[in-house]
């Protein structure tokens, strides 16, 4: 069993940044960014494989940057321009295995942490 603690939120004006950590107790495979607002569903931001390909979702495409660290057992999001729509509880989330492909999907990760609140003011 992998844990997960995320760290970095916290009260933004539009237009400005934050940088999240996630610190993993263990070596992951895939990891990912995933955020939910109240009253929707847990959506997936970003993401990293195991050798370091990234995806985002179109919404934070060119704002977001998600890195993790040689060790692979840290991982950043790095979140520039920041929109009140942005405003939500960040979750880190790992898979336990590597893939072929890459996951956008919440129910296909084994791990998650306790989530960080980011709030973003107009």
């Known amino acids: 069993q992998v844990e997960l603690v995320e760290s970095g939120g916290g009260l933004v004006q539009a237009g400005e940044s934050l940088r999240l950590s996630c610190a993993a107790s263990?070596?992951?495979?895939?990891m990912g960014w995933f955020r939910q607002a109240p009253d929707k569903e847990r959506e997936f931001v970003a993401g990293?494989?195991?050798?370091?390909?990234?995806f985002y979702d179109d919404s934070v495409k060119g704002r977001f940057t998600i890195s993790r660290d040689s060790g692979k057992t840290t991982f950043y999001l790095q979140m520039d321009s920041l929109r009140p729509e942005d405003t939500a509880v960040y979750y880190c989330?790992?898979?336990?295995?590597?893939?072929?492909?890459?996951?956008?999907?919440?129910?296909?990760?084994?791990?998650w942490g306790q989530g960080t609140q980011v709030t973003v003011s107009s």
């Open positions: 989330a790992g898979r336990a295995t590597n893939d072929a492909i890459f996951y956008t999907s919440a129910n296909r990760y084994n791990y």
């Open positions: 263990g070596r992951t495979a895939a």
């Open positions: 990293v494989t195991w050798v370091g390909t990234t």
